[in-house]
């Protein structure tokens, strides 16, 4: 790798004690994996060149928040030419939508689409209405098949996401195989649909096929422009809530811990991806300010990134998931309840992989500050 290599990009980071943003020329060397700042409007250096082992290459596009010792930073653009040649060219998003009848199997369908390389931006899980079905396969209009496909696809919830990497839609529809199940079984055995599809309509899986496709079909699911898209499936009932921490997220551990979840006899009633500001996060881990020693690195690490909330459903919900969580300390996890989440996935007593409720009487009131709160 060629030592003198470096990337830069224009940063920008809230400044919450002069409540302002603040701009800074991020220069990322690939070589060693140091990093490098400069305030923008004062042209002075505000980080000399030191290695910094949490950013990485993949990290690097527009629009992303980086974690920078602790500062959160949204890259808004390329700061010079080569940086835009040779990174800006062929970063795609597109839509990947898990359809009714493989819901079930979302941890083993985002572990796939983690293993190919691609970053998952958002994500949610809804249920459509008749009416946002119809604008979803409007394309399929005068097919025959059209009132079954209505039908299928609003008979359960589904789960869109938004995934990113080079040639994102090209490579996700190979990922996908072919739209009739069957025929994927013969042509692309180790694909999606082959794997977890029946039939034509019931393929587990869709994937735009242009990039005009991809933006209208992304507008859909997560619209731009302030209005809500299809709403949540949180039910707040019997529920507690499990939050799988941004450090967690970035590793790909995702689909792993959803596959864990779901084996131990939970069952997910609601998912959603919140990139969560510090604001939100002080204001959500208000019973631990005073009383858990950790707590300035707990906020910061549920910030660094982007975080999944998930409503758990069982009868008697805190207790019984609290314990498949396991201790906060992953150490202690493992020599006292080696099965645990923690214990599998935890790193440190920071980075433990999920948090879980602690109080029975608290399930429905985190469940509602991610379902009800954040997602308007």
Request: a negative charge; glycine letters at 6%; proline letters at 5%.
């Amino acid at each position: 790798m060629n030592q003198s290599e470096r990337f830069v990009f224009i940063a920008e980071w809230f400044d919450p004690n002069a409540s302002l943003f603040r701009r800074y020329e991020l220069l990322f060397y690939p070589g060693d994996g140091s990093v490098e700042m400069h305030d923008v409007k004062n042209h002075r250096t505000f980080l000399k060149r030191t290695k910094y082992d949490d950013l990485h290459l993949e990290d690097l596009f527009i629009g992303n928040k980086i974690n920078v010792f602790s500062r959160q930073l949204v890259l808004i653009d390329y700061g010079d030419q080569y940086t835009a040649r040779q990174l800006g060219s062929r970063k795609e998003k597109t839509l990947a939508l898990i359809k009714p009848d493989a819901v079930a199997k979302a941890g083993e369908i985002i572990e796939i689409i983690n293993k190919a390389g691609f970053t998952i931006t958002k994500l949610k899980m809804m249920m459509l209405s008749r009416k946002e079905a119809r604008d979803f396969h409007a394309d399929h209009q005068s097919r025959p098949f059209f009132n079954e496909l209505i039908q299928f696809i609003t008979s359960g919830p589904i789960i869109a996401m938004e995934i990113l990497r080079d040639d994102a839609i090209c490579e996700w529809k190979r990922l996908l195989g072919p739209a009739n199940s069957g025929m994927a079984c013969t042509e692309a055995p180790g694909s999606i649909r082959a794997l977890f599809g029946t039939d034509g309509i019931r393929n587990a899986a869709h994937g735009p096929d242009s990039f005009a496709c991809a933006a209208r079909e992304m507008e859909l699911f997560f619209p731009s422009s302030g209005v809500c898209g299809p709403t949540n499936t949180a039910k707040f009932t019997n529920c507690t809530c499990c939050i799988i921490k941004p450090h967690a997220v970035s590793k790909g551990l995702l689909g792993k811990i959803l596959m864990a979840i779901r084996d131990a006899g939970f069952e997910i009633s609601a998912m959603q991806m919140f990139n969560m500001d510090r604001v939100n996060v002080e204001e959500f881990y208000e019973v631990y300010k005073g009383v858990v020693s950790e707590y300035k690195e707990m906020v910061t690490e549920m910030y660094s990134g982007p975080c999944v909330a998930l409503e758990i459903q069982q009868t008697n919900p805190t207790k019984t998931f609290r314990e498949f969580c396991g201790p906060a300390d992953p150490e202690i996890a493992r020599h006292l309840r080696p099965e645990t989440l923690r214990a599998v996935f935890g790193k440190t007593k920071i980075q433990n992989a999920v948090h879980c409720t602690d109080l029975p009487e608290d399930g429905l009131l985190e469940v509602q500050y991610f379902f009800k709160i954040l997602d308007n």
